[in-house]
């Protein structure tokens, strides 16, 4: 890359979007998520009435085995239900509040608070002039007509220079200083099994996107639990708070762990979750353990043993390479920080018989701040050029009267050296 310009890597997840300098060992700026200024409704149904819920997801009252009728009677069975209807109510409000982003919607509407966070975070946060931006972009493998509407906005309306994708799996192995292995990521939307091999994606056994093992629904369940406890001060003091998405997110990042394989203890102890209101300690370990290790496959309730699915999918893979990717286990996502959850993990898989070992990663961002600052500057620019996203490119795709040529949009960089 030409010094003339300024090289800057974005990681837009979920909730939060990072962003720094390439070169640098951490972002420079990490924003939660703006508010956007319109929410659609989460169910299917053509009902009105069903439009005055939203459900989180572990409960599947979208699937599409149900009826419109039936998903429609379930909606307002749940509208009704002592701890449901609360539960969404809450689920609702932080809907609308914009806690995080669904990329499949967001990206279709116009105006919407994505694009608004990156003017503002380049234009006041960065300091940085679009026209001399040269943009890394972490590929969190969303769909490609997605990533072609995020580079139209960039290339466009905010005028960067160029932009490439990086995927995410890969870069998370850079930072892990390995080229082979085996990448489970949990985030708060999904959980993602990617298979790398020569710091290349094996697309042919991923096993991508278990909705309902993520902390979205660690989220949502630890509230279940505590609207359960039917405890008149806990609703009036805490489950009534604006803040409460803010206060469970604390207590999933500052007090929430993983028991180890064989400890059977019972905590009949009380914790301290905000000043004057206790809760039962044993929510600390016993929701994590439902949705993550809860013996057998109850994937209707957004719970089962991931370990054993994820044993389902190893076995997939040709036994000449299925050692060398198990015996460098790298996690990462938010949950996989949980004191407890890596070592608790890697216990479940040895009991099934996989000999996993875990390998810890610097993080994607970092990852990819060290493989641009490195080996991208000693591929040939022919390589480069072929997946730089330009404006050029990017009118080249657009085929008079036809549409878009979308098979065309560089998009996949499954080998970080040929």
């Known amino acids: 890359m030409s010094i003339e310009y300024y090289p800057l890597i974005f990681d837009l997840g979920s909730r939060f979007t990072r962003s720094g300098f390439v070169g640098d060992s951490q972002p420079a700026m990490t924003l939660p998520i703006a508010k956007p200024s319109i929410v659609k409704s989460s169910s299917n149904c053509s009902n009105d009435e069903s ?58 509407q116009d105006n919407n608070h994505l694009f608004q966070n990156l003017k503002l975070l380049i234009n006041e946060k960065l300091l940085v002039q679009p026209k001399k931006i040269k943009l890394i972009l972490i590929d ?15 290339l466009f309306e905010l005028k960067v220079k160029s932009i490439i994708f990086l995927p995410e799996s890969i870069m998370t192995m850079v930072g892990a200083n390995i080229r082979d292995g085996l990448n ?61 998405f803010d206060i469970v997110e ?28 206790h809760i039962p300690s044993r929510i600390r370990h016993e929701v994590i353990e439902a949705v993550f290790f809860s013996k057998g496959h109850d994937l209707q309730a957004g719970e089962g ?11 997939r893979v040709p036994l000449d390479i299925r050692l060398q990717l198990i015996k460098n286990t790298v996690f990462s996502g938010g ?33 990819c701040s ?23 490119v990017m009118n080249d795709l657009e085929i008079k009267d036809k549409g878009i040529n979308l098979t065309a949009f560089p998009n996949d960089w499954n080998s970080l050296y040929s």
């Open 140 to 154: 969190n493998s969303q769909a490609v007509l997605i990533n072609y509407i995020l580079s139209k906005f960039l």
């Open 51 to 108: 439009t005055l819920i939203n459900t989180p997801p572990y409960l599947d009252v979208s699937n599409k085995s149900l009826t419109e009728d039936l998903s429609y009677k379930l909606l307002l069975s749940l509208k009704d239900h002592p701890v449901f209807g609360k539960l969404c109510q809450i689920y609702q409000n932080d809907l609308q509040e914009a806690r995080w982003i669904d990329f499949q919607t967001e990206l279709r």
């Open 250 to 277: 604390l207590f999933i990042g500052n007090a929430v762990y993983v028991k180890d394989i064989d400890d059977d203890n019972l905590d009949e102890r009380k914790f301290e979750i905000i000043p004057g209101i």
């Open 370 to 392: 060290m493989y641009c600052s490195t080996s991208l500057l000693r591929q040939s620019q022919k390589i480069v050029k072929n997946h730089e996203i330009t404006r050029d």
């Open 335 to 367: 949950l996989s920080k949980i004191p407890g959850f890596k070592t608790r993990f890697l216990e479940e898989l040895r009991a099934l018989d996989i000999p996993a070992k875990g390998k810890i990663t610097l993080g994607s961002w970092t990852g």
């Open 305 to 315: 043993h991931l370990p054993s699915i994820i044993k389902e999918c190893i076995n």
């Open 184 to 244: 489970i990521d949990i985030s708060w939307k999904k959980c993602t099994i990617n298979y790398i091999y020569d710091l290349r994606i094996l697309h042919e056994f991923n096993h991508e996107s278990f909705q309902k093992f993520n902390g979205n629904t660690l989220h949502y369940k630890i509230i279940e639990k505590l609207i359960e406890l039917n405890d008149g001060t806990l609703n009036k003091e805490l489950l009534s708070k604006e803040n409460l």
